[in-house]
């Protein structure tokens, strides 16, 4: 069965789930490319795999050499929902006292979220601001955008991601990306599932073609929004 891998932002985290099997070949090359692309900007990996039905040594081995690498950067990889199969291996090779496992996906990801975020380098607050949207690229557009303006920025993937996000890390701002992946509820629903952990926040919603400008015009618009918003209610 192939390795089909879907993956997602959750704050200084993210979450890959794996469907099929980790073995040698095509499975292994295209989750150790993947995690390799994620490392790049994030060092705390949430592995859901629930849904894996077969891991060979290789893929084993991937798992822990990637632990291992994010453990010398001060993060982790962590595995969520493994399967009865899954924890034996774990058992059988004494590798449970090394990869962390929690019994569901949200589990895993409030670990790495209970743990204090990072301050910024010279100390001072900074206005923080929440992005919500399914797109990579745009989140880490925003993200390099207003960060450069002296802007705290996190990302999250889904509403749900959002929620549970906000629940460890307050923000001044919540802003909603075209795909705030919640097609059959409208913006202002979406914000309102948010209210209740976020009560203060100012909302923040970017024009649905914003993806398709200009890259200068997109800074030019999202610079220009903040810079209208008042001070956070």
């Known amino acids: 069965m192939p390795l089909h891998l879907d993956s997602r932002i959750c704050g200084n985290v993210c979450i890959v789930h794996c469907h099929g ?3 040698l070949g095509p499975e292994t090359k295209s989750l150790e490319s993947l995690l390799e692309l994620i490392a790049r900007e994030f060092c705390r990996i949430v592995i859901a795999v629930e849904d894996v039905n077969r891991i060979d040594s290789v893929g084993l081995g991937l798992l822990v050499r990637c632990m ?6 001060g993060g982790d ?6 399967p009865k199969h899954f924890q034996e291996l774990l058992h059988m090779t004494r590798l449970e006292t090394l990869l962390r496992t929690y019994p569901t996906e949200d589990e895993t990801t409030r670990s790495f979220l209970s743990q204090a975020p990072c301050q910024p380098a010279d100390g001072r607050p900074r206005r923080r601001v929440l992005v919500i949207d399914r797109s990579p690229d745009l989140g880490a557009f925003i993200r390099a955008v207003l960060t450069q303006h002296g802007f705290e920025v996190n990302s999250a993937s889904l509403i749900r991601d959002a929620r549970t996000l906000l629940q460890f890390q307050p923000v001044d701002y919540i802003l909603l990306g075209p795909g705030t992946g919640v097609p059959q509820s409208s913006p202002a629903a979406a914000l309102a599932s948010l209210r209740s952990v976020a009560p203060h926040a100012q909302a923040l919603e970017l024009d649905p073609q914003f993806r398709t400008f200009d890259a200068q015009r997109a800074a030019e618009i999202l610079l220009e929004m903040f810079q209208a918003g008042s001070t956070p209610a």
Do not use: D, G, H, N
């Not at 291992?68 to 950067?73: E, H, I, M, Q």
């Not at 990889?77 to 493994?82: E, F, K, M, V």
């Open 68 to 73: 291992s690498t994010l453990r010398k950067r």
């Open 21 to 23: 099997q980790i073995t």
């Open 77 to 82: 990889l962590r595995l969520a929902a493994p």
